[in-house]
Structures are given as structure tokens and as C-alpha cells.
């Protein structure tokens, strides 16, 4: 059974920084990536990477956040810095096999930065 599990969200302050982690299990994804969800907001991209290491960014977090994975763990991690209210979201964890699906999905986790 292919499962993301998503952890490391909760509450900070403005300028702090948070890791989240999402474990997979079940399966090798070669495309891994973070999206976060804003109440009353589409779901939208924060990062993605692929197994060679190569990553992309939406403009809103580069300079601020750093996508990585540990392949040995099947895991990937969000390092979030400067965190801002705006960053505020339910964080979902998605691996993919290739950029033309949508792939499978964690559960989230709640990101809260308080100004």
C-alpha cells in the first residue's frame, strides 16, 4: 500500500523556521514535492525534486525554503526559514512518477506562523 506520511507542522513566530518531513512507503516515487493549501485558496506548489537532485521552487518561498531528500529513507524534507504569516497552509506531501500525473498525497500537515 503506497502511503506519504507527513510531520513536523505546528505554531511559530514570524522569522522562525520549521523542517517537515514526509515518509514514503509502499513505493519509489521519482518526483517528490511539497504543496500547501490557504483557507479559501487553490492548492498550490512549493517545491518539487527529482532523484538526480535537480529542484524547482515557487517564487513566493526561494531564498527562504529548501526541499531535500534522503533517498536510504524514502523521505523527503521542507527546511522552512523567514517563515511569514503568508506562509500560513495545511503543507501536502506528493510523490509522482512523472510530471504528467498528480500522483498520491499525504494527509498534510498544519503550518501556522504568527505575525
Known amino acids: 500500500q503506497v502511503q506519504l506520511v507527513e510531520s513536523g507542522g505546528g505554531l511559530v513566530q514570524a522569522g522562525g523556521s520549521l523542517r517537515l518531513s514526509c515518509a514514503a512507503s509502499?513505493?519509489?516515487?521519482?518526483?517528490m514535492g511539497w504543496y500547501r493549501q490557504a483557507p479559501g485558496k487553490q492548492r498550490e506548489l512549493v517545491a518539487t525534486?527529482?532523484?538526480?537532485?535537480?529542484?524547482t521552487y515557487a517564487d513566493s518561498v526561494k531564498g527562504r525554503f529548501t526541499i531535500s531528500r534522503d533517498n536510504t529513507k524514502n523521505t523527503v524534507y521542507l527546511l522552512m526559514n523567514s517563515l511569514e504569516p503568508e506562509d500560513t497552509a495545511v503543507y501536502y506531501c506528493?510523490?509522482?512518477?512523472?510530471?504528467?500525473?498528480?500522483?498520491?498525497w499525504g494527509r498534510g500537515t498544519q503550518v501556522t506562523v504568527s505575525s
Open positions: 506528493n510523490g509522482k512518477f512523472g510530471s504528467w500525473e498528480s500522483g498520491y
Open positions: 525534486i527529482a532523484p538526480i537532485g535537480s529542484t
Open positions: 509502499g513505493t519509489i516515487f521519482r518526483i
